[in-house]
C-alpha cells in the first residue's frame, strides 16, 4: 500500500497532494527540491514495533511501507542495508567517550551507503518503465546506481568527474555499465548529466533533484534507531558532500519521532573536509551556500556545489546539533586509526566523521559523557590509492628468521 500523502517544496512550502511522482516544485522550478510526505497517522498503525520485531526481512526493504515505493520487485533486489551497528571498545577508549557505535554502511553491495538511494532509483525507474538510469557523481553513487541497475537488467550511463577513485571507475564498468569520464570536476560532470538526461529521456537518479533518493537514504537512521531498541544515541555523526546524506539521517529519525517510535531526534553532526566545506561557512557566517574548490582526497564530499543545501542545513538546525571541518590530515589519520581499533576500513569520505568526532570533543561540542553513533559511508578498498597514505608500506623481507626476529623486533610483536 502506497502511503504517500504528498510532497512538500523545501523552498515555498507548497504541498502538492498527487500520487504522481514530481522532481521538483512546479512554482520554485529546480531548486524547489521536493520532500515525501506520508500518512503518519496510517503508518503508526503499521510500523510498530511488533511489526519490527516479527520482520525477517533484515534488509533495507523492511522499511517499505515508508520508503514510497510498489513493493513488486524488492525480492529480486540486491540486499541493501541493515549493515552491522558496531558497539566500539577500543575507539571509544582512545577518544575517552563513554558510548560510541560505528554505523558501517561500507559493507553494503557496492560498499557505501549510496547503494540505499540507488535501490530505490532502480526500483522507481523500473515502475516509471524508463529504459535507462543515469546520474552524475562523485563515484559511489555511480557504482551504485550501476551495480543495482546490472541487477535488475536496466542499462545505465554514469557521469563521474575525472578525479574518480580507481576503485570506483572499476566497479562501475565492471558491473556493465556505459561510463561517461568527464574532463573536469564534479560540477562539470553534473552539468553535462542534467543535458544528457533531458535530451534523452532516462530516468534521473541525481540524488538531490530526485525527492526518492532520500527516502532511501533515511533507511540508515531507521536501522540505527531499530538496532539500538529504538533509544539512539544522543548524537549521530555523517560526512557531508551534496547533503542528500545527511537530509536523510535527519529524515529517517524524524519520522521515527513523528510514528512515536523514538522520543527524540539525535543531534547531528555534520563533518566536512577543510579542503571543500561549502556548508561550515555558510553554517558559521549565517549565509547562503558559496560555490567553493573541490580540494579534499575525500573524493566522495569534495562537493563545491552541493545540490541539495535546504536538506542538510535544516538537518542540523532542526537537530540542534552542528558543523564543523577537519583537514586531510586528519581525515588520512582517522583511516589508520579506525582500522587498527576497530577492523572497518573506510574511505576517506567515509571515515570523516571519526575525524570530526575527535575534533568536536576536544572544542566541547560534543561531551564525552553523550552518546554517539559515526556513520561510515563507504569502504576503503574503494580508494586504494588514498588508502596507501594512511599506511607504512613494509620492505621486502628476505627469506631469513633471524631477518625476521630483527623486523618482528621493530614491530614490537616478539
Ligand atoms: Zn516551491
Redesign the pocket.
Known amino acids: 500500500m502506497n502511503y504517500i500523502k504528498g510532497y512538500r517544496?523545501t523552498?515555498?512550502g507548497?504541498f502538492f497532494e498527487t500520487q504522481e511522482a514530481l522532481l521538483t516544485?512546479p512554482?520554485?522550478g529546480e531548486k524547489?527540491i521536493l520532500d515525501v510526505e506520508y500518512d503518519y497517522e496510517a503508518l503508526k498503525k503499521v510500523l510498530t514495533k511488533d511489526y519490527f520485531e516479527k520482520n525477517r526481512n533484515y534488509s533495507m526493504w523492511r522499511y517499505a511501507p515508508i520508503m514510497g515505493i510498489k513493493e513488486d520487485h524488492i525480492d529480486e533486489m540486491l540486499r541493501i542495508g541493515w549493515t552491522p551497528l558496531v558497539k566500539s571498545h577500543n575507539l571509544s577508549k582512545i577518544l575517552g567517550i563513554k558510548e560510541l557505535y560505528v554505523k558501517d554502511d561500507g559493507l553494503n553491495p557496492s560498499g557505501s551507503s549510496k547503494d540505499r538511494a540507488s535501490g530505490v532509483a532502480v526500483l522507481k525507474a523500473i515502475e516509471a518503465g524508463a529504459k535507462v538510469i543515469s546520474c552524475s557523481s562523485t563515484g559511489n553513487a555511480a557504482s551504485s546506481c550501476a551495480c543495482h541497475a546490472a541487477h535488475m537488467g536496466l542499462p545505465a550511463v554514469i557521469f563521474v568527474p575525472k578525479r574518480a577513485p580507481i576503485g570506483k571507475l572499476t566497479q562501475i564498468s565492471l558491473y556493465g555499465a556505459t561510463l561517461v569520464i568527464v574532463d573536469g570536476d564534479y560540477k562539470a560532470a553534473f552539468k553535462l548529466s542534467k543535458e544528457a538526461i533531458a535530451k534523452h529521456g532516462w530516468y534521473n537518479r541525481n540524488a538531490a533533484i530526485n525527492p526518492f533518493m532520500v527516502e532511501g537514504k533515511k533507511t540508515v537512521s531507521l536501522e540505527i534507531a531499530e538496532q539500538l531498541n529504538f533509544k539512539p544515541t544522543d548524537w549521530v555523526v555523517v560526512s557531508v558532500g551534496d547533503g542528500c546524506t545527511i537530509g536523510g539521517v535527519y529524515k529517517g529519525f524524524n519520522e521515527l519521532f513523528k510514528l512515536g517510535l523514538i522520543d527524540r531526534v539525535p543531534r547531528i553532526l555534520g563533518v566536512q573536509s577543510t579542503g571543500c566545506e561549502p556548508f561550515v561557512v555558510a553554517a558559521k557566517n549565517h549565509e547562503p551556500l558559496k560555490e567553493c574548490d573541490e580540494n579534499t582526497i575525500a573524493d566522495s564530499i569534495a562537493v563545491g556545489i552541493p545540490r541539495n543545501p535546504i536538506k542538510a542545513l535544516r538537518a542540523v538546525e532542526y537537530s540542534k546539533g552542528a558543523w564543523i571541518s577537519v583537514p586531510d590530515e586528519e581525515i588520512i589519520k582517522a583511516m589508520g586509526l579506525l582500522g587498527k581499533t576497530e577492523g572497518i576500513f573506510g574511505e576517506p569520505a567515509g571515515v570523516t566523521g571519526v575525524a570530526g568526532l575527535a575534533k568536536a570533543l576536544k572544542e566541547g561540542i560534543i561531551k564525552k559523557d553523550e552518546s554517539v553513533t559515526i556513520i561510515v559511508t563507504g569502504n576503503g578498498l574503494k580508494d586504494p590509492n588514498n588508502a596507501q597514505k594512511a599506511i607504512v608500506k613494509p620492505d621486502l623481507m628476505e627469506p631469513n628468521i633471524e631477518k625476521l626476529d630483527i623486523y618482528l623486533k621493530e614491530k614490537g610483536v616478539i
Request: with cysteine; net charge neutral; hydrophobic share 10%.
Open positions: 517544496c523552498i515555498c507548497k516544485c512554482d520554485c524547489g
